[in-house]
């Protein structure tokens, strides 16, 4: 059944350290959403695309978060430099009109 | 923007009896609602969801109702079981495909 995918699935970074995370979106789906989920402050939304243009990138530091959608089969998520409380597990979702699908999940621990 | 509180943040019910989550949002143009069930280690699974259009949506044991006036929406679940103990989010957007904006969640533990 359809799926989205993201890798790696747990990543272990020293701080300053560059970090990438890949999503595959459900084929079909015009929309794409990075989440953060942490204990402290719940499921947050970070960024998304729409036909791959970026629509709402509010919710990320800019300084060193960037989100690209480089073709419809793939988004990234990329933190440069990473901090200690970027720890955390991110999500990507994909969906058509409202609905939103949740892939499993990148664990990102930076040390 | 949105603001979604939710209640209570741990529950634990006997197996068979009825579970109610209970959320409200701030923000008067959102339009869609939907609940999710997260396992541990695993993503947000969409588990039922509901349109500003209509009050209550079921589908076989869990069901949601929307009160628009009073903002508030809530989660049933009937006949619970054992593999229904998870976290339960609900969220909330204000139309098109836009971001959601999630509860804190709760922790739903069945009895047996």
């Known amino acids: 059944d359809a799926r989205v995918t993201q890798t790696p699935r747990d990543k272990v970074t020293e701080m300053g350290q560059e970090v990438t995370m890949r999503c595959q979106p459900i084929?079909?789906?015009?929309?794409v959403f990075w989440y953060r989920q942490t204990m402290m402050q719940g499921l947050e939304l970070l960024a998304y695309?729409?036909?791959?243009?970026?629509?709402?990138d509010s919710g990320m530091p800019k300084d060193r978060f960037s989100a690209e959608m480089p073709d419809a089969t793939l988004a990234t998520l990329k933190i440069q430099p990473s901090e200690p409380r970027d720890s955390a597990v991110y999500f990507c979702?994909?969906?058509?009109?409202?609905?939103?699908?949740f892939g499993p999940g990148t664990r990102l621990t930076v040390l | 923007g949105e603001n979604v509180e939710q209640h209570p943040s741990t529950l634990s019910v006997q197996e068979g009896d009825s579970a109610v989550i209970k959320c409200t949002y701030s923000?008067?143009?959102?339009?869609?609602f939907p609940w999710y069930k997260q396992e541990l280690g695993k993503g947000p699974q969409l588990i039922i969801d509901?349109?500003?259009?209509?009050g209550e949506k079921k589908d076989q044991r869990i069901a949601v109702t929307l009160n628009k006036t009073a903002k508030h929406f809530s989660l049933h679940i009937t006949e619970t079981q054992p593999e229904d103990s998870a976290v339960y989010f609900c969220?909330?957007?204000?139309?098109?495909?836009?971001?959601?904006?999630f509860g804190k969640g709760t922790h739903l533990i069945i009895q047996p």
């Open positions: 979702a994909s969906g058509f009109h409202n609905e939103q699908f």
């Open positions: 084929l079909g789906h015009n929309t």
């Open positions: 695309f729409r036909n791959r243009a970026p629509l709402d």
């Open positions: 923000d008067s143009a959102s339009n869609y």
């Open positions: 509901i349109r500003s259009n209509v």
């Open positions: 969220a909330a957007t204000s139309g098109g495909a836009d971001g959601l904006t």
